[in-house]
């Protein structure tokens, strides 16, 4: 049998609603999340700084910031050797 997960989405909103009003009452748990410790908060923290850093970097790219470091082989559209396009062709 197919699951309608639409109607099961908008039947617990209207439980949700009914439990608002006062008409039923859900079930309900509560529980508590674990504290992190100081060494995760912090590599949390470092992996935060990261991210950040990265994001400044991709958006702060400079066109032709590598013309100086970054040197092409003279044979870089050389064709390839029969080897490798028939690894790639699967011959």
Known sequence: MKRDIFAELMDGLDALADERQGKVTLQTQKGELP???????????????????????????????????????????APLPDGVLDDFEGT
């Open 35 to 77: 504290k992190l410790a100081p060494e995760t908060a912090g590599q949390l923290a470092v992996w935060e700084l990261n991210q950040a850093i990265a994001q400044e970097q991709l958006h702060n790219q400079r066109v032709g910031t590598m013309k100086t470091k970054l040197v092409l082989p003279e044979d870089f559209d």
